[in-house]
């Protein structure tokens, strides 16, 4: 053959991994051509909507619904007492919980589902809302969690037995009728033991409130029941579509292949779409009963005030070290805020999720943690924002605790975390709190990121900072903040994750088809992460077709295989990993084929980018394409023709990403404002697929945690009232608030991920909100600051400046 482009072109035509190939949804989002939940409009389409409660506790007496119903467009309003003789008025929760449907009886939290109306339009829907009578008797209302387990008020009567006493729960006994579970991991006594008899204990007690994610999209869906066939389509805004189906079938009794469930596009997701809503119960309820399709789309303050929230973990640390800052135990107890029902959306054994990696990036030998989750009146969730299954919570309790403990050994924390980090040669490293760390190199990410940003140079300038600000000839302080932490992503092994008995695994099916191009259909499901773009990018380097040649499909139940869908940054990990043993397959066949066409043995012919050439004389070649026509019309005789290849991939371990931040900031004590000057942020995700769908994680991860960090709040009044239940008063950053992020990154592949990549989605969120923290701590560290809580809002920070009397 001649005329043959170089091995490197053929290598460029492929747009394999590695490649910062361009988004290829783009194309459709950027000129408004997505196709979203709303944007889908049925024949006789109506529109369902809650009335509901304006009050965090309270028992709902009575509801009228004479008036709503003769609110002209209105066609049904659904109660509790509508949903009890379906058995609907209650549904399981992801915690093994389970959680009113419609106020059965009373209502926990402010915001809560009390009756759903059904219309012919969203405003038809609005008035009848307002023609709903509802009586209420106030209770109670308890929205902290230490007086929540003190408290005789009991928020969860349907927990509480006949004789007053308090019946396990999902996750074992229950120590008062507010709580919800206690869940241990570590050894206790050895750890109390080794803290006691340190040479030094620091402990503290810090914060990480409740937030929101907050993504463009709210929540919603559209019920569509079929009554002719008795099939069921519900498309929504689904970050599991499978395991949506799964539930929607257990609860209904609709037999699972009369079920469609469809994720269309989805405007982020960020964990908030992963649990089930009552929105989705009511609105197939209402399609079954009208006989016509059914949507339900919330609005904002719907989406802040009642779907799933994040964090509201009250943490509690010692850790115990040597003089030298040697650290040689770590003990942690939580108190979690979960709401009114608990509708985490964990693996079933992890109530508090991956909080046990807390032990982050160091070498403890020894720890313990304890969690107690308790009933609130406040909206349930508690796992959702980029969290990674509560590793946001982990990250910043222990980049908060090595802070803490550098200011009592008066010791630089990035040296602290130097003589702490577990060594290359440790891993795999199996941590005191039980998890096995696949791969990392840590001292390598910290050197380079220190280097980068002159580490040595920026705490001279922060001295003389001081030393300035001491003489009354500056306003500012300078904050260093520093954070390096671990990830842990991709549940799951089936042998320790699942969602309601549903095994963590993931998968890929594809079809090649004669011409040489393919579609690839997977279990998970992109909000925004862009995996048409990066799943045919991993496919092309496996099979040798383009990634342009490759469609990749998602969402839709009635084609992709089976999958738990996206969320902790699983998809890379476990349905990236089924990718490429289904692009194997296919690869096993093709040489098969190959060999064939180039009457060879088997053995005889070799893989090279997109052909199978015979070893040894690469002139005589069969490309991918030639084999996908042969696969078609001259299949090898007594082998099946076609060429196509499913992979149900169980991955043996979670991937542990890890990463190196560095935030300056100055900060002006008179005012409280921080300005972010730099931040440097070091990536290490293993084998990256494309780098800059890398660095647009990254930033969107940073952002995120900057609002976290310094004012994002789903704050309550006592009342139980949410009070930043508007885009007003909730915290959301724009470019004027962003700064110019610096990413950078090492490789430290996975060794058990067939491609070797580790999730990223989660990793900047994770590592970004301590890094943030600390940079505020850190400059006030000089003048006795150890600990302030965030988010450190403008106010905050002028109350901590007040407060150790810089403002005298
Ligand atoms: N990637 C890569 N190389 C790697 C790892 C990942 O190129 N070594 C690419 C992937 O191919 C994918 C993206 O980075 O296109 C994210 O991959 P991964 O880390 O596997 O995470 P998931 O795809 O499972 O996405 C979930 C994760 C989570 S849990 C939250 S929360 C979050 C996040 O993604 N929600 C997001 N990022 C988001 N980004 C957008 N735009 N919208 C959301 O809702
Ligand atoms: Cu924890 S938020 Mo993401 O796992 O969808």
New binding site residues.
């Given amino acids: 053959m001649k005329d043959e482009i170089t091995r490197e072109e053929r290598v460029d035509n492929l747009k394999g991994?590695g490649c910062s190939r361009k988004r290829v949804e783009d194309a459709r989002f950027t000129q408004g051509k997505g196709n979203y939940v709303d944007d889908i409009k049925l024949d006789g389409m109506l529109f369902g909507d809650f009335v509901r409660s304006p009050y965090a506790h309270a028992r709902v007496k009575s509801i009228n619904k004479d008036t709503a119903l003769k609110v002209p467009g209105v066609l049904a309003v659904l109660t509790a007492d509508d949903l009890r003789p379906l058995g609907l008025h209650w549904m399981p929760t992801l915690a093994g919980d389970k959680q009113m449907v419609l106020a059965d009886g009373k209502v926990l939290f402010q915001g809560q589902e009390v009756a759903f109306v059904v219309a012919e339009d969203r405003y038809a829907a609005a008035d009848g809302i307002e023609a709903v009578e509802v009586e209420y008797e106030e209770l109670p209302v308890l929205v902290n969690p230490f007086e929540a387990l003190k408290s005789d008020v009991v928020l969860r009567e349907d927990l509480v037995a006949a004789d007053g006493s308090i019946p396990a729960g999902a996750h074992g006994p229950r120590k008062h009728h507010n709580h919800i579970f206690t869940w241990e991991a570590g050894d206790k006594d050895p750890t109390e033991e080794v803290i006691a008899n340190a040479e030094v204990v620091a402990e503290e007690s810090m914060y990480y409130h409740r937030t929101h994610?907050c993504?463009l999209e709210t929540c919603g869906c559209v019920a569509s029941m079929d009554k002719v066939n008795g099939k069921l389509t519900l498309w929504g805004t689904f970050?599991a579509p499978h395991a949506i189906r799964t539930v929607v079938s257990l609860i209904s009794g609709i037999e699972e292949h009369n079920i469609r469930v469809v994720s269309p596009d989805?405007g982020?997701?960020?964990?908030?779409?992963v649990g089930a809503y009552p929105g989705y119960v009511c609105s197939v309820v209402a399609s079954i009963v009208t006989g016509k399709p059914v949507k339900w789309i919330e609005d904002r303050m719907d989406n802040l005030m009642t779907t799933a929230f994040a964090r509201d973990y009250h943490m509690t640390g010692k850790i115990s070290a040597t003089k030298e800052g040697k650290i040689t135990g770590l003990q942690c107890h939580v108190t979690a805020d979960h709401g009114g029902f608990d509708a985490c959306a964990d693996p079933t054994k992890f109530p508090a999720g991956f909080m046990n990696i807390c032990t982050g990036s160091y070498d403890i030998p020894t720890a313990f943690l304890e969690v107690d989750g308790v009933y609130t009146n406040k909206a349930p969730g508690g796992v959702?924002?980029?969290?990674?299954f509560r590793v946001t919570e982990a990250v910043y309790f222990i980049e908060r605790m090595i802070e803490v403990l550098a200011i009592k050994l008066n010791m630089d924390s990035a040296e602290l975390r130097r003589i702490n980090f577990i060594k290359k040669e440790q891993f795999p490293y199996k941590a005191a709190l039980g998890w096995e760390y696949d791969s990392g190199d840590y001292h390598t990410a910290w050197d380079k990121a220190l280097k980068t940003v002159d580490y040595d140079g920026l705490r001279a300038e922060q001295a003389q900072r001081v030393e300035d600000f001491k003489a009354g000839k500056t306003r500012k302080l300078m904050g260093i903040g520093l954070s390096f932490f671990t990830e842990i992503?991709?549940a799951g092994p089936v042998k320790n994750c699942d969602i309601l008995g549903l095994g963590m695994f993931d998968s890929c099916e594809i079809r090649i088809h004669p011409t040489g191009s393919a579609i690839a259909r997977l279990g998970?499901i992109?909000?925004?992460?862009?995996?048409a773009?990066?799943?045919a990018?991993?496919l092309a380097s496996e099979i040798g077709l383009p990634a342009d040649s490759i469609t990749i499909e998602e969402g839709d139940t009635d084609t992709a295989p089976y999958g738990l869908g996206?969320?902790?940054?699983?998809?890379?990990?476990v349905?990236?990993a089924a990718t490429a043993m289904a692009g194997r397959k296919i690869r096993a066949k093709a040489q098969m084929i190959a060999a064939y066409l180039l009457e060879v043995h088997d053995n005889d012919v070799e893989f090279d980018v997109d052909r199978f050439a015979v070893k040894g004389a690469p002139e005589k070649f069969k490309t991918m394409k030639e084999i996908a026509f042969a696969a078609y019309n001259q299949a090898i005789p007594g082998l099946e023709p076609g060429l196509e290849a499913v992979s149900y991939y169980d991955p043996p371990n979670m991937t542990y990403?890890f990463g190196a931040y560095v935030c300056v900031m100055d900060i002006d004590v008179d005012t409280g404002v921080p300005e972010i000057r730099r931040f440097y942020a070091l990536d290490d995700?293993?084998?990256?697929?494309?780098?800059m769908?890398?660095e647009?994680?990254v930033h969107?991860?940073l952002t995120e945690a900057l609002a976290v960090a310094l004012g994002q709040e789903i704050a309550y009044d006592d009342m139980g009232n949410v009070k930043t239940g508007t885009l007003m008063d909730f915290f959301l950053p724009t470019a004027w608030e962003v700064p110019n992020y610096e990413t950078d990154f090492t490789v430290t592949p996975s060794p058990h991920h067939p491609i070797g990549?580790?999730?990223?989605?989660?990793?900047p969120?994770v590592g970004g909100v301590p890094c943030f923290s600390n940079a505020v701590q850190d400059a006030f560290r000089p003048f006795g600051n150890t600990h302030t809580n965030m988010p450190h809002d403008h106010w905050r920070i002028w109350r901590t400046a007040n407060e150790l009397g810089l403002h005298d």
């Avoid at 959702?384 to 990674?388: G, I, L």
């Avoid at 990549?757 to 990793?763: C, F, L």
């Fill in positions: 991994m994610p993504p970050q989805i982020g997701g960020f964990g908030n779409k959702s924002y980029r969290c990674s992503v991709g998970t992109s909000q925004g992460q862009g995996h773009t990066t799943f990018q991993i996206t969320y902790g940054s699983r998809s890379t990990p349905a990236g990403p995700c293993g084998t990256r697929i494309n780098p769908i890398i647009g994680q969107g991860g990549a580790k999730g990223v989605g989660e990793s969120h």
